[in-house]
């Protein structure tokens, strides 16, 4: 596949511009922070974001496998689902890898006539995005989840323990059998 | 000399101060899942603040009173005459953007308005307008701009974005600090009534039952009594907690988390192993029914309320004739007692100079307030050899510490968690430096951010710290986030399921329960949470299958 090889001899370029056009979805100063600060500690996101598009690339190099997809997503996902982005805008990143190989390879694609093989990789990345968009689900509903626990978990003890709550008891059923 | 850089190296030094300039012009948009509800009319008016009236911040009308911008310029007017120092925040901030990239919440969301620098010049700006002649005449060139009902949204929405925690300060080459520029913004705004529930309704509990959730001395107490039992089936030892015991030495109060809301409540059964392990050595300590909070949300409303709040403990200290106050693992509560108490109600002078009653360790950073914080207190028993301690039986636990904002950056408390925690477990491992000690990185919902409706700023603001903690967990195999906080310990667990859910909560107190031998004890086969021990994994699941044939065997009688 020589359309894989190219991909590969352009690995760096290929990221430096997704990770800019990523990280154009943030204010000028915060885009600049997150470029800058290589400390994976002080700059979660940005690092965080930088590290993992390298590996989404390698895998969709090799296939799309949703096993190995989702968990490097996911680290991407997660943080995005809880920053100020729609839906939409918080997973166009998976897209956006499209736009900057077509114009990063657009020469050597028409010459060595790639665009079948081309047509093939974009649409790993249709698949890619489609786990993304599952994966974005995930992190949402857990939101909502951890949301509708934390009023529960707060003062739930305390009923139970000032038994104010009388819940059924396990052995019920078993008794009314019996009686 | 070798270390001073050269002028040519010194030159070399790449900065560039924030751009800060654009956000004028773009007005805030206020979104759910970062707001919080706003205050309940019926809680602002027990506590006679200004404004109640039933209203929300995603209506377009916020229901301000007529004259609002005349309080609050008048407001502010009054609190520049009143704190110095907010006045010298005002007016020294070069901007040099040295703050800018160190809050939780621009770390974790990216809104450059949670830059601390951009969310001191909210205010700024219109003190600029206001009180300067350069913002008099040159208005936003000098950036100033006028106040108007945006901007007050714009306040409300960003001054309650920010934990307090003091972070940005460490860092702040003229020692700005931008969490007591959230303090008075937040003043102000209460001011016209606009504040969020989860701070207004715990103040009004607080005042009126003495802790954040209303509770009533009798479920007080029998939460304790239920927790006596709980300890009494692990350990097979009673013990005997007292309350309101007039006469007695020490007055003992804790966050109300502690006794309410889980992991807290492992916390609280150590607090009362720990106190019954030092009976018989001396300890003549009490519990109250009525200072029932160590909290001080009325500290995220105004200094006032906050003066009022702190007042209650020492009121009860008073009634009770103690000679001085133990205070449990909590936060903001000692940021409140360290650095405001002696001014609010201080000097105490019906309390005296606390001194342990075990090792004879006068307290003297507590002279003035009379009150000690309960990690300094145990971090000397152990000192002073006065605990005999199991840590093996904490062996199930890698523990991380967290420090909290408050005790590290507040009060300076850093070694004697880590003391205490390395004399009752195996298996620590810190966090990377830039994330702990003075550094730490907050919890994300402190200073009442801690509500469930704005969980999205709570997970983005939670990021840095959480990002720390899955460092660890997948270095070291880290599976317990340990704290002195309640307000941590009712938000870790949140944000720990959201980023790292195989990391738990701990309060240290809890580590010190499970590790303290007691006079008489039966050989202990759990943790206070009722799980195994480290080996005791079989010996447990045997009791287990006796306990349920046991209950079998009742059903048929």
Redesign the interface.
């Known amino acids: 596949m020589k359309l894989e090889k190219l991909l590969l001899q352009n690995r760096t370029i290929i990221l430096k511009r997704w990770l800019d056009s990523i990280l154009e979805s943030y204010s000028s100063d915060t885009k600049r922070f997150l470029k800058k600060q290589s400390d994976q500690f002080a700059n979660p996101v940005g690092q965080t974001i930088s590290k993992e598009i390298g590996n989404l690339f390698q895998e969709l190099l090799e296939g799309v496998d949703p096993a190995r997809l989702s968990p490097i997503l996911d680290r991407i996902v997660r943080i995005r689902a809880v920053q100020d982005f729609s839906p939409s805008q918080a997973i166009f990143f998976v897209f956006q890898l499209k736009g900057v190989i077509r114009k990063e390879l657009n020469k050597e694609i028409r010459e060595n006539r790639l665009s079948d093989e081309l047509a093939e990789f974009e649409s790993r990345i249709d698949d890619m995005a489609l786990i993304a968009f599952d994966v974005y689900m995930r992190c949402r509903e857990k939101i909502y989840e951890i949301s509708a626990n934390q009023a529960k978990n707060q003062v739930s003890r305390l009923l139970q323990r000032a038994g104010l709550i009388s819940e059924v008891p396990e052995w019920e059923p078993h008794q009314k059998e019996t009686t | 000399m070798s270390d001073v850089p050269k002028p040519e190296e010194l030159a070399k030094v790449d900065h560039?101060s924030?751009?800060?300039t654009g956000w004028m012009n773009s007005p805030v948009e206020i979104?759910k899942?970062?707001a919080c509800y706003a205050g309940k009319p019926k809680n602002l008016e027990y506590v006679g603040l200004p404004n109640p009236r039933e209203w929300s911040p995603l209506d377009e009308d916020w229901k301000l009173p007529d004259n609002w911008k005349e309080i609050i310029l008048d407001g502010l007017r009054e609190r520049l005459e009143r704190f110095r120092s907010l006045k010298i925040f005002m007016d020294i901030c070069v901007r040099c953007g040295a703050c800018?990239?160190k809050c939780h919440f621009?770390?974790?969301?990216?809104?450059?308005r949670n830059?601390p620098v951009l969310r001191a010049e909210l205010l700024r700006s219109i003190y600029r307008r206001e009180y300067t002649t350069a913002g008099k005449i040159m208005g936003k060139f000098a950036g100033a701009r006028d106040l108007t009902v945006d901007v007050l949204k714009e306040w409300w929405y960003y001054f309650f974005q920010c934990t307090e925690c003091r972070r940005c300060s460490v860092f702040c080459p003229y020692g700005i600090d931008t969490a007591e520029i959230t303090i008075i913004g937040r003043e102000l705004l209460n001011l016209v009534g606009l504040n969020i529930d989860w701070i207004s309704a715990p103040v009004a509990n607080c005042y009126r039952t003495g802790n954040h959730?209303g509770?009533q001395p009798h479920?007080y107490k029998?939460?304790l009594d239920?927790f006596v039992d709980d300890i009494e089936e692990i350990t097979g030892v009673k013990m005997e907690p007292s309350f309101n015991r007039k006469g007695a030495e020490i007055l003992f109060i804790t966050p109300s988390g502690d006794v309410?809301?889980?992991p807290g409540?492992y916390t609280c059964m150590g607090y009362i192993m720990l106190f019954h392990y030092l009976q018989k050595m001396g300890l003549d300590i009490t519990w109250s029914t009525y200072a029932s909070e160590g909290g001080n949300f009325g500290y995220f409303t105004s200094h006032e309320m906050a003066k009022r709040l702190n007042a209650k403990m020492y009121a009860e200290a008073k009634r009770l004739g103690v000679k001085w106050i133990l205070g449990g693992e909590c936060g903001h509560m000692w940021r409140v007692i360290n650095q405001y108490m002696d001014t609010f109600n201080g000097p105490a002078d019906f309390l005296e100079e606390p001194v342990s009653p075990i090792t004879g360790t006068k307290f003297e950073n507590a002279k003035g307030t009379k009150m000690v914080h309960i990690i300094e207190f145990t971090a000397d028993l152990i000192k002073h050899n006065k605990l005999k301690l199991d840590p093996s039986r904490n062996d199930n636990l890698k523990v991380t510490f967290h420090d909290s904002c408050n005790p590290a950056r507040g009060m300076g408390l850093l070694e004697e968690p880590r003391y205490v925690i390395k004399n009752v477990c195996n298996n620590f491992y810190e966090m990377?430096e830039?994330?702990i000690r003075e550094l730490t990185f907050c919890c994300g919902g402190g200073a009442g951010l801690n509500a469930?409706?704005d969980?999205?700023l709570r997970?983005?603001g939670g990021?840095?710290r959480a990002?720390?903690v899955k460092?660890v967990h997948e270095k070291y195999g880290v599976n317990m986030l340990a704290c002195i906080c309640a307000i941590d310990r009712?938000v870790f667990?949140?944000l720990m399921?959201?980023?790292i859910p195989e990391v738990g909560v701990i309060g240290v107190h809890e580590m010190i329960g499970n590790a303290l031998i007691l006079e008489g004890e039966k050989e202990r086969t759990t943790d206070l949470r009722s799980e195994p021990l480290h080996g005791m994994e079989e010996v447990e699941e045997a009791e287990e299958v006796k306990k349920e044939e046991k209950?079998e065997e009742n059903?048929d009688v």
Do not use: C, S
């Not at chain 2, 621009?106 to 450059?112: N, R």
């Open positions: 560039t924030p751009l800060i979104k899942g970062v800018a990239d621009f770390i974790g969301g990216g809104d450059p830059m959730l509770i479920a029998d939460m239920f309410f809301a889980d409540t990377p830039n994330t469930g409706e969980m999205e997970m983005r990021l840095p990002n720390a460092h009712a667990p949140d399921q959201y980023w209950v059903k």
